[in-house]
């Protein structure tokens, strides 16, 4: 039986750790935020360039200059800060992040990615290719 | 100080043509110039190459320019968002370049510090490492990227003074601020425009220098790509 998106979010929850800093990617990545632990210490990074990205807004609180990875209305944590793209990927690429949880378009047993295209076909397009530069890395389907 | 201020969008933009190279900053719709875009579709500047993050949506930002077809080729790191994109795309209307996005941001950031190149570990071994030189340091393989070239670069602030300094906001500030002197010329567009003095110096994202041109845009839609809200409890 496979598991439904909110099933995989809690299972992918387990994996964050105290004093985690957490970069979250499209899709259910961004769900994973509602499981984690309440007891643990973690800031969740989006590469748009927040760190300390907190819950969805109130509805009528929405500010089109606060968005994640996937364009949706974000919220900022007390303690947040705001960077340009360079910065952001500085902070992935430099290995500062402790993990990164990625929505994947395909995914082989192996852990191989598929993430940017599927090779051969024009599809959807996400560029993660720092991905296999972090320590850890959790995928999950989108 | 060097007076960077133009009086309109259509001051700001003189000097483009046709087939000319333009980067635009924003991440989504978020922090994208949205008065040089529509300034772009106004002249019907055709035959450009974008460097931006992404391609818009079908009926805003540069979709626009889609839409009209005056973009040949695309640089960018998504483009998932945009139907008439995919289309062009496909049918080989459009020129299309996809580079992972934090190559894509230190491209505009060497260009702008005057970097020719930069060795990076993201996408050896892919199809993005096809013709570049590779090298190994500390054990892993590498591979060269270019500063890009761009004719003119627009991005958005959220204030900005008269010496072109900027300030921006929120999580619109992306790729801004990367752009910023990455371009021969950099128009740069904000919400509030004040004189110089009045912004603190302590608090400026992008000093004045890599600034040619600074207007106040007239209007901004902020339009929302994805608007979600929680429930109160």
Known sequence: ?142 | MINKTVTNVSDACEGISNGMTFMLGGFGLSGIPENAIAELVRRNVTGVTCISNNAGVDDFGLGLLLQKHQIKKMISSYVGENAEFERQMLSGELDVELIPQGTLAQRCLAAQRGIPAFYTPAGYGTEVAEGKESREFNGKMHILENAFKADFAFVKAWKGDTAGNLIFKGTARNFNPNMCGAATITVAEVENLVPAGELDPNQIHIPGIFVQRIFQGERYEKRIEQRTVRAKN
């Open chain 1, 1 to 142: 039986m496979s598991l439904g998106k909110e099933q995989i979010a809690q299972r992918i929850a387990k994996e964050v750790q105290d004093g985690y800093y957490v970069n979250l990617g499209i899709g259910i990545p961004t769900l994973v935020a509602n499981f984690v632990r309440d007891d643990i210490e973690v800031e969740f990074q989006s590469e748009n360039g927040i760190l300390g990205m907190g819950p969805f807004p109130f509805d009528g609180e929405e500010d089109p200059d606060l968005i994640n990875a996937g364009k949706q209305t974000i919220t900022a944590l007390p303690g947040a800060s705001f960077f340009d793209s360079a910065t952001s990927f500085g902070m992935i690429r430099g290995q500062h992040v402790d993990l990164t949880i990625l929505g994947a378009m395909e995914v082989s047993q192996n852990g191989d990615i598929a993430n940017w295209k599927i090779p051969g076909k024009w599809l959807k397009v996400w560029v993660v290719l720092w991905i296999w530069l972090l320590p850890q890395t959790i995928s999950s389907l989108l």
